[in-house]
């Protein structure tokens, strides 16, 4: 339990022990009198001393409000100190005395704090709500008077002065629940509960001075008599609303705000009540009658027209206000109302668990089309790239231009649905834009960034951070597609590692806990099938790695193996891959499968001498032939020290294990690859495969390295086949093998031994 929830414990169970004292009544006259001071004493005391403490813990206006209400509550104290000195020491009866004056400074400081409290607050419409205060409290007075207040007045025995002072007490209490409703109603999400408390606190307040007013001129009135539980409890809530508020978030929304119906229109309930009441008292003044009707007709023909006034103003400004929210140029959400929309998203995440993610789309080189068309072109391509996002989203899901051409999508609900629409919107921008005639590509870089289950204790301000150092990796990588935030990507980028520590510190731990995963051989391996394009059987397994972490859930490889890289983990993380792979491949050859095995290589692990070696033993320990065997290796990584790569790849090669170049296409030099390596297989990248169906360039590439790779009796594997089309394409262009989903995802080592239990059993079922 927090500090602040023990100390409201407490003053609770005092409050009631309090109350049941009184109506008990234990201890006769005097005892009560000495138990009802030390009650009201000790929670005037409290409730100035929360205050006080709220005051410190606030900044700006809200300081100045608590200040005040510590003024104020302070007056009440010493207004109670007064009076149990008056009615215990001197035994004389304190009404009225200079203890009402203290007293009376209560009020007085409650209306200005509460007018100080609500952030965004106008001079104008703060003037409004002291407006409708005493508009409130006048009518409401009017209604008092006729009810309640004039018999006292004509009561006798009351002196002039005590029954002006017994009507102050109601009256300023009017206005301050009067202003204290008002304010509640215009209240944030964060201010609210503060507020409710500090309304009831002050409503409890008035019903005890009406009580108390009632009962002195009435004469009935005692120190400890029930009524007083009624000021106790407003001044425990009153301690317990500054309390809270130190609690809740301070932060000045900027949002406008429209005022609703009820706060408009409330004020003007009293005024009715009013009239209804008045209007009788006022028909035996018959000798005025013309004067008075008309001032009736008056009176209501002014009403109707504020009313109105004030529904056309409510209009205009809901018009104004939506327009603050929007982006001129896109009519698209601003930062402004992204924000509002994003903190409330990640408040019901933090609540209920539900998904929340934040994409961040940047479009790449941008500037150069406004240096070069001018700033009316690359406001027309802005707005078009508006439109195609618009086309991606949800209606539920919040898009924004954030400032120049930088947007972000806020995606409420599953993951996998916000990894959908992040793809859409990054291919929607594989189609060139028309801009004053000429056709211009725009690639966008796109981050994700998903607020996971168990990071509870995300912020909105984090979320958007995430999505933009993904963003920030996906433009560095310059391959398109879209990056979703994982903690390294902080290690890759030496300027956020240093300048957050918290992330920092994050990045740190996951480097921990990869290394001991590592060590403790916790990392996983799956295995995704190749197949024959020709007669579809299963001609191989590429063997991929995985980290199954405790609280992350499973890491792909894009997600650690950057980490694995830049520490030098490559060759501790490939034994370990390679044992995993070399055991399961043995496994299934007992169960009757002698299927080949393909691990991927960290290139620079080729310039190193002892790599053959290592891996022939690990191959003959399990009395597996090095055939079995094929190493991956990706191309754009071979660059550095050729000569010492082809030593051992030649190494490799001798021993009967086979070399195949990974990823093929995606870098620059993957001709000259061919012609200087040993090779037995190339994998034609993913990249190229996908588009072969819509795009030729890609199409006519993927065929002529087929083609080139036939004439080098180089076998071609195509990676990434997602659909039987491409499968189909493919084998006519001669491709000799394809892996990719169309086929199967990858595999845990028994699914995978399942697959081809079934594929022996019912060759005809896999002909695809
Ligand atoms: P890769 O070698 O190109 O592996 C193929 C990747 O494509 C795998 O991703 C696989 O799940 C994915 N994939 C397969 N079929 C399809 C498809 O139809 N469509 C699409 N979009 N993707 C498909 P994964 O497992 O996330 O691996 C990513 C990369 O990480 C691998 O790319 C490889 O370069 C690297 N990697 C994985 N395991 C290891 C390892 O044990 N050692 C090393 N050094 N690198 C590894
Ligand atoms: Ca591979
Ligand atoms: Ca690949």
Redesign the pocket.
């Known amino acids: 339990m927090s500090e602040v929830a023990k100390v409201a414990g407490v003053a609770t169970t005092a409050a009631v022990l309090f109350a049941v004292w009184l109506i008990g009544g234990w201890g006769g006259v005097s005892t009560l009198h000495v138990v009802d001071a030390v009650g009201l004493i000790g929670f005037a005391i409290f409730a100035t001393g929360c205050s006080a403490l709220a005051a410190r813990s606030a900044c700006g206006r809200q300081r100045t409000a608590w200040r005040c209400m510590t003024v104020g509550l302070a007056g009440w104290a010493v207004g109670e100190v007064i009076w149990a000195f008056c009615r215990i020491v001197l035994d004389m009866d304190p009404f009225p005395s200079v203890a009402d004056v203290a007293y009376l400074m209560y009020p007085v400081a409650a209306c200005l704090a509460l007018l100080l409290f609500p952030a965004g607050y106008t001079n104008q419409s703060r003037t409004r709500v002291i407006l409708d205060g005493l508009l409130v409290a006048a009518a409401l007075f009017e209604v008092y008077w006729i009810l309640v207040l004039r018999d006292i007045n004509e009561a006798n025995g009351v002196s002039g002065f005590a029954v002006g002072l017994s009507i102050a007490y109601p009256v300023s209490d009017l206005v301050v629940v009067t202003i204290a409703v008002l304010v509640l109603m215009r209240a944030r999400t964060a201010q609210r509960t503060t507020l409710i408390l500090l309304t009831a606190g002050n409503v409890l307040n008035a019903v005890s001075d009406t009580a108390f007013v009632y009962l002195t001129t009435s004469g009935g009135y005692d120190t400890g008599n029930i009524i007083d539980i009624g000021w106790i409890g407003g001044l425990l809530l009153l301690g317990l609303a500054a309390l809270h508020s130190r609690q809740a978030s301070q932060v000045e929304e900027q949002t406008p705000v429209v005022p609703s119906r009820l706060e408009i229109w409330l004020p003007y309930v009293p005024i009715l009540l009013a009239a209804l009441v008045c209007g009788p008292e006022l028909m035996p003044l018959s000798t005025l009658g013309p004067v008075l009707a008309s001032s009736i007709v008056l009176v209501a023909v002014v009403l109707a027209r504020q009313f109105i006034v004030v529904g056309e103003n409510r209009r205009l400004l809901a018009n104004a206000a939506e327009q603050a929210l929007r982006d001129p140029l896109t009519g698209l959400a601003n930062r402004v109302l992204f924000n509002d929309r994003l903190s409330h998203a990640v408040q019901l995440h933090q609540r209920d668990d539900q998904a929340v993610s934040v994409l961040s789309l940047d479009l790449d080189d941008f500037k150069l089309v406004n240096d070069s068309l001018g700033h009316p072109a690359g406001d027309v391509l802005l707005v078009q790239s508006a439109q195609r996002l618009m086309a991606c989203v949800r209606s539920s899901d919040t898009l924004a231009r954030l400032g120049g051409d930088e947007f972000a999508v806020l995606l409420e609900g599953s993951a996998d649905d916000a990894h959908a629409i992040a793809r859409r919107i990054s291919r929607a921008f594989d189609e060139p834009f028309i801009v004053d005639g000429q056709e211009i590509l725009v690639r966008p870089s796109v981050g994700l960034a998903v607020a996971s289950p168990e990071g509870r204790e995300t912020t909105a301000e984090a979320l958007l951070k995430q999505a933009d150092v993904a963003m920030y990796s996906a433009k560095r990588a310059r391959t398109g597609g879209v990056h979703t935030f994982s903690p390294d990507m902080y290690l890759m980028d030496p300027i956020e590692a240093n300048g957050g520590t918290r992330h920092g510190a994050m990045a740190v731990r996951l480097l921990g806990e990869l290394r001991s995963a590592i060590a403790n051989l916790d ?1 996983s ?2 295995y ?1 099938p190749k197949f024959n394009l020709r007669g579809a059987e299963i001609v191989g397994v ?5 980290w199954p972490h405790p609280e992350r859930g499973l890491l ?3 997600q650690f ?1 950057p980490l ?1 890289r830049r520490h030098g983990l ?1 060759w501790s ?2 034994e370990v ?2 044992a995993q ?1 070399l055991d399961d491949a043995a496994w299934w050859r007992s169960r009757g499968f002698k299927v080949p095995i393909a ?4 290139a620079p ?1 080729l310039s190193d001498v002892d790599l053959p070696g290592q891996i022939v033993r690990a191959l003959a320990s399990r009395n597996l032939s090095p055939e079995t065997l094929t190493v ?1 290796i ?1 191309e754009d990584l071979l660059l550095d020290n050729m000569s010492r790569t082809r030593k051992v790849l030649d190494a490799l090669r001798r021993q009967g294990i086979r070399i195949s170049i ?2 093929f296409g995606s870098g620059y030099s993957a001709l000259s690859y061919l012609r200087d390596l040993p090779i037995d297989e190339v ?1 034609l ?2 990249q190229f495969v ?1 588009p072969v169906l819509v795009d030729w360039r890609a199409a006519a590439i993927v065929r002529a390295v087929i083609d080139l790779s036939h004439v080098l009796g180089v076998t071609t594997v195509a ?4 659909n039987a089309e491409t499968a189909a394409r493919l084998r006519g262009y001669g491709c000799d093998i394809a ?8 595999l845990s080592a028994i699914e995978m031994l399942e697959l081809l239990d079934s594929a022996s059993k019912a060759p005809a079922a896999a002909s695809r």
């Open positions: 990392l391996v799956v995704q590429e063997a991929l790695v995985r792909g490889p894009d193996l694995v490559m993380m490939t891959v390679l792979a691990v991927n290589l960290f692990s991956e990706t990974d990823d994998k990248d993913r996908a990676e990434g086949v997602e892996q990719g989903y169309f086929y199967s995802p990858p």
